[in-house]
């Protein structure tokens, strides 16, 4: 993870430097972020999972490319904590959502088909 108070740096992405938090209004959602991000380190996981899906549901209100990536932020958080809850066919979907989402560069891409090809190990009880 990466410091998020310059804006030029989140979960498993990189942000170009003409990119800012200033020339996007900061935004609730990304606040609600932040807050789950605290209560998954603090391994309030139930409560990180009610904020990180308050922050799709108002990051889905808005159609920018910014929105996109944060939106790939915010699923691979909500797939990190579903994991951490044991509920892994909501983690497979968050992790696919990043997958699928145009703004995924190839490495994350990769590491999220890694993460969904580890779950449905799982599943199958191959681990």
Do not use: R, W
Not at 77 to 91: C, H, T
């Amino acid at each position: 993870m990466g410091n998020l108070q310059d804006g030029k740096q989140f979960i498993g992405l990189q942000v170009e430097d003409e990119v800012s938090m200033e020339n996007y209004s900061i935004k609730e959602d990304f606040c609600l972020f932040e807050k789950a991000q605290v209560l998954y380190g603090n391994e309030n996981y139930n409560e990180a999972l009610v904020s990180i899906k308050q922050a799709l549901i108002m990051n889905a209100k808005h159609e920018d490319e910014l929105s996109l990536i944060y939106a790939s932020d915010y699923q691979t958080l909500k797939g990190q904590i579903e994991l951490n809850l044991n509920d892994y066919e909501n983690a497979y979907k968050s992790f696919e959502s990043v997958a699928n989402n145009p703004t995924c560069y190839d490495q994350l891409k990769k590491d999220m088909g890694d993460m969904m090809d580890a779950i449905d190990k799982i599943l199958k009880n191959e681990y």
